[in-house]
T-cell receptor, first 106, second 116 residues
């Protein structure tokens, strides 16, 4: 099974700064990589699918890139509401594992 | 509007059985996989398994194979997750999600608390 490793575990930044979150797969996921945001007490929310496609309603400051085994979620200028936990997930084959998450904190 | 509505929170004793539900609306239920995701208190997301309601094709994570059963009833647009013998370690929030290009729609979650 494919293992996803996210880094860093915690990222401490301020509003207005740029955030770069990484997700590395143990083998190629053929571009089938998604990113989710989860705030406390809420269900996860899809941000990015197939590595670089923004989900409907997701602000343009969120972007995804990468291919093969290395992927990045970038938030160009942090807003206060962006401080949350972010997960990557693949659907290249079964099981559709998640990464362990990156906590983005102020 | 595409929506998944899950059944309510449960408090159970160890060894008991349980079946929780996830009802879809606003889309053709048969045509999308439904996934179940566990989140233990303070922890990350774990994919448990998925079902395709049109033919009940079901895939499980190796971590959950044999521990839970995923099923669906397409006549009522509902997917289910069940346990035959709960353990305290099953205490968690459980989410269902519609699977298209990714998990694009999520249920509100069902909190399961299991005491010994």
């Amino acid at each position: 099974e494919i293992v996803l490793t996210q880094s860093p575990a915690t990222l401490s930044l301020s509003p207005g700064e740029r955030a770069t979150l990484s997700c590395r797969a143990s083998q190629s996921v053929n571009g089938y990589l998604a990113w989710y945001q989860q705030k406390p007490g809420q269900a996860p929310r899809l941000l990015i699918y197939e590595a670089s496609n923004r989900a409907p309603g997701v602000p343009a400051r969120f972007s995804g890139s990468g291919s093969g085994t290395d992927f990045t979620l970038t938030i160009s200028s942090l807003e206060p509401e962006d401080f949350a936990v972010y997960y990557c997930q693949h659907r290249s084959n079964w099981p559709h594992n998640f990464g362990q998450g990156t906590r983005l904190e102020i | 509007e595409v929506q998944l509505v899950q059944s309510g929170a449960e408090v159970k004793k160890s060894g008991g059985s349980l079946k929780i539900s996830c009802k879809g609306s606003g889309y053709f239920f048969d045509s999308y996989w439904i996934a179940w995701v566990r989140q233990m208190p303070g922890k990350g997301l774990e994919w448990m398994g998925s079902i395709y309601p049109a033919d009940s094709d079901t895939r499980y994570s190796p971590s959950f194979q044999g521990q839970v059963t995923i099923s669906s009833d397409k006549s009522i647009n509902t997917a289910f997750l069940q346990w035959s013998a709960l353990k305290p370690s099953d205490t968690a929030m459980y989410y269902c999600a519609r699977q298209d290009d990714a998990f694009d729609t999520w249920g509100q979650g069902t909190m399961i608390s299991v005491s010994s």
